[in-house]
């Protein structure tokens, strides 16, 4: 039985027939694995994720943690779906052995997680977080954290969150006010407030493991003044036994449209309600040097807006699948070229309409799990690259892809939930179909790890120029590489490649005009449609990829994917010059726009 969550097809497809993925076990990271464990994680996580994760995805919905000015209370399917995630080991599939984990590629990691979102975003969430959190510790913690908080999650008997954004500062962080007083002792009593903390609190395991941005009295001002603390929620003693309550307090929950499964908090730090040791403040623990804790902390936030693009992705995916299975079970009207009336109605997936959306949706959803697969291979040969330079250009790459890849999922593929509930017609605006749910979920994602405004000023305002441009320039060559195996390939895939060749050179083109016109603020002004128009090329690019690696195959599945490859470029990819015009133009009606007309 196919599964309605993520096509394994397609991922063997991208996995093996395009990324290679298999060629990694010759590199010592990963000499221990094979095609053989990798489709065995991959198995783990499609039945984990099917049978934990997605039969209480509903429920999760409908029934959202609750908080009764003592403690918080979360149905009990989620603990149980945390146990059976950490008990096979998947916290630490893609971290190191030397502190328990299985050391995976992160293309097969990325693969087999996509599974649980696509599943169950809201108890996922709990466990992406906490793999996130001690990659960055794993990273950049000392000793005695990594054994104090990272082994405890990997273990899964710790969870960990990120908390960053403050009531009164949002996104920018350069305005956090929450201090960390330091102590004699080298430890830091931190005090301040936190907002929008996902898994800040609830029962699921022993410990919290929070990641703490402040600022200690005397640094820099702005972002320079930002330092990272670990902070837990019950402070663990030298031989790793929980000690007293820290003075971390839940001031209460936020509720979402979508992820309600997941705990969503208001986080109070110091506020007197614990005292260890007698003294105000929660205890923190520094992280690397002072005033570095943002440079930190991007370790976290760069692989979550990988992890943001895949959820966004995964809940479009699955919305895909359930659409195309009620379109083949769903019988209504007829051809238009039908005479009788009385004939028999036709399944809806039958209908030109209904194949549009679904070719739609199938376009975004495949060419981003594609996007998504490939940053996280980058990942994988950064870490195994021969010499600097290598790992240089792996980087640079990944660089100027990573907020592509968490904005056009986050865009396109909720796009393709709303498809997915036009395609249900009345009944997908219905609690009884999955779609509705998924829509709620996905469109929380364009504002997850940087909006899609933040998102377009970093990638026009500083990743396309970072290095001389030297990380556009590689993306370039990169296209390049795959234009010419197109034309190689002939027939669509090398119409394609000229049309591909065409629109990149006119996105450099513009890119340069814009910043030769000394108006660095009427470039910035539109800066959300040049990432727009940059995702769409770089994902059309991701296509041809896709068909040359489908060329001289044949059976459905191939033909599929030549199918969404062509719809792609013949109805998304002209999108682009318009846009590209009013680039060009550098068009100040947003800028020029005045509150009072409003």
Request: glycine share 10%; with cysteine; hydrophobic share 40%.
């Amino acid at each position: 039985m196919r599964s309605n969550l993520i096509s394994r097809r397609d991922l063997d497809f991208l996995l093996y027939e395009w990324l290679r993925v298999e060629d990694l076990a010759a590199f010592p990271r990963f000499g221990e694995h094979s095609r053989e464990t990798f489709d065995g994680f991959l198995d783990l996580c499609e039945d984990i994720a099917t049978r934990h994760f997605a039969p209480h995805n509903k429920r999760n919905d409908s029934n959202e943690p609750t908080f009764d000015g003592e403690r918080v209370t979360i149905i009990p399917e989620v603990k149980a779906a945390v146990e059976a995630f950490t008990k096979a080991n998947l916290v630490g599939a893609g971290m190191d052995e030397e502190i328990g984990g299985l050391q995976l590629p992160a293309a097969v990691e990325a693969a087999g997680f996509s599974w649980f979102q696509a599943a169950n975003v809201g108890t996922s969430g709990y466990l992406f977080l906490t793999i996130g959190n001690a990659n960055l510790l794993a990273a950049h913690g000392t000793r005695d954290q990594i054994d104090h908080f990272v082994r405890p999650m990997v273990e899964g008997r710790f969870t960990g969150t990120m908390c960053l954004s403050e009531p009164q500062a949002g996104s920018s962080l350069a305005d956090i006010v929450t201090r960390a007083e330091p102590q004699a002792d080298g430890t830091y009593r931190l005090f301040g407030s936190k907002m929008w903390i996902s898994g800040g609190d609830h029962e699921l395991t022993e410990n919290i493991v929070h990641l703490v941005l402040a600022k200690i009295p005397g640094g820099p001002a702005g972002t320079k003044g930002i330092s990272l603390f670990v902070v837990p929620k019950f402070l663990v003693g030298a031989d790793g036994t929980l000690g007293e309550r820290n003075d971390v307090v839940l001031a209460g929950l936020n509720h979402k449209m979508g992820y309600r499964g997941t705990t969503n908090t208001v986080l109070n730090f110091g506020e007197g309600r614990h005292t260890p040791d007698g003294a105000p403040g929660a205890v923190g623990y520094l992280v690397g040097e002072p005033h570095r804790g943002l440079s930190y902390m991007f370790h976290m936030m760069n692989e979550a807006r990988l992890g943001v693009g895949l959820g966004a992705t995964a809940l479009g995916y699955t919305g895909y699948l359930k659409s195309v299975e009620y379109a083949r079970q769903r019988h209504q009207g007829r051809a238009v070229t039908a005479k009788d009336p009385a004939a028999p109605q036709s399944q809806i997936v039958e209908h030109a309409d209904v194949k549009r959306m679904l070719l739609a949706q199938k376009a975004y959803v495949e060419g981003a799990l594609a996007l998504l697969l490939y940053c996280n291979r980058l990942v994988d040969l950064r870490r195994t690259a021969a010499d600097e330079q290598a790992a240089r250009e792996h980087t640079l790459l990944l660089e100027i892809l990573t907020g592509v890849a968490k904005s056009w999922p986050s865009q396109w593929c909720l796009e393709a939930n709303s498809l997915a509930i036009q395609v249900h017609g009345g009944y997908g605006y219905t609690r009884e179909y999955d779609v509705e749910q998924h829509y709620r979920d996905n469109r929380l994602n364009p504002i997850h790890e940087g909006t899609h405004g933040i998102q377009g000023l970093d990638l026009l305002g500083r990743k396309v120029i970072q290095h001389e441009g030297a990380s556009l320039r590689l993306l370039g060559e990169r296209i390049a590489a795959t234009v010419e195996a197109a034309e190689r390939t002939g027939g669509d895939a090398a119409e394609f490649a000229a049309r591909l060749d065409a629109s990149w050179h006119r996105l450099v083109t513009v890119t340069l005009g814009m910043f030769a016109a000394g108006d660095p603020a009427a470039a910035m002004a539109n800066s959300s449609i040049y990432l727009e128009a940059f995702g769409h090329i770089v994902v059309a690019w991701i296509w041809l990829e896709q068909m040359v690696a489908a060329a001289d195959h044949e059976g459905d599945f191939y033909e599929g994917k030549r199918a969404a490859a062509r719809y792609f470029f013949r109805y998304e990819l002209p999108k682009t010059g318009p846009q590209l015009d009013l680039l060009a133009a550098l068009d100040r009606t947003t800028l020029e726009m005045r509150d009072d007309w409003f």
